[in-house]
């Protein structure tokens, strides 16, 4: 469990905490949860997203099982600079989504002495680095890996696989649209589809007469 650190006045700066891992895994959730007892704290906290995340509300943060925290949705990393004036605490959710100055911006905060939380998906649904979060893990003093149960063999989970047919790099989706799977999961998954491909092909060019 990651407990967190006590802030030294003397030293005069924050530091950054990155939370990552897949889809399903309870990344949002223990986001929350680190904000809530900063609050609880009577620490000043303000949270960001960003604003095309509005699949459960346009304004607040809100994990898969409903908790929630009021947040400010920001169309660019740029704003979080701005408006974060005067905090002890900064949250940021869905950190994928955002453009790349955001690993900037959380390293501005820290050294001006704010603690900066971060939570995001680490991997898209292709498996690929997600925009800007390996950078973000790089530069941070704490990452926490966290994991979803594999739907398909009951492992742990860490990758996000996705069940619809488009290949947008961002689409905002649930468990219709996502399933969290385990290395093994995802790979029988991703070869059966190439399977699949290649038996439509060779169907299409019987019809054609090649």
């Not at 003397?10 to 900063?38: H, P």
């Not at 941070?140 to 790099?169: M, P, W």
Request: charge should be negative.
């Amino acid at each position: 469990m990651f407990l967190e650190n006590t802030v030294n006045h003397t030293e005069q700066f924050g530091w950054i905490e990155v939370i990552c891992g897949s889809m399903f895994s309870g990344k949002t959730e223990e986001l929350i949860r680190r904000l809530k007892r900063a609050q609880f704290a009577k620490q000043k906290v303000e949270i960001f997203k960003p604003a095309v995340d509005t699949r459960y509300d346009e304004e607040k943060v809100v994990s898969h099982d409903a908790n929630e925290i009021r947040s400010t949705p920001v169309p660019a990393s740029a704003n979080i600079r701005i408006l974060a004036d005067d905090v002890d605490v900064v949250g940021i959710d869905e950190a994928q989504f955002f453009d790349d100055e955001i690993v900037r911006v959380c390293n501005d905060l820290a050294n001006r002495g704010v603690r900066v939380i971060v939570a995001g998906l680490d991997m898209d649904f292709k498996g690929n680095p997600f925009g800007p979060m390996p950078a973000l893990m790089a530069t941070a003093e704490y990452v926490t890996k966290v994991h979803a149960v594999c739907t398909r063999t009951g492992n742990l989970a860490h990758y996000s696989y996705r069940k619809a047919a488009s290949e947008d790099l961002v689409l905002l989706g649930e468990t219709q649209e996502y399933e969290p799977l385990s290395r093994a999961a995802y790979y029988k998954a991703n070869l059966k589809e190439e399977v699949a491909k290649i038996d439509v092909v060779e169907e299409e060019e019987i019809k054609n007469g090649k």
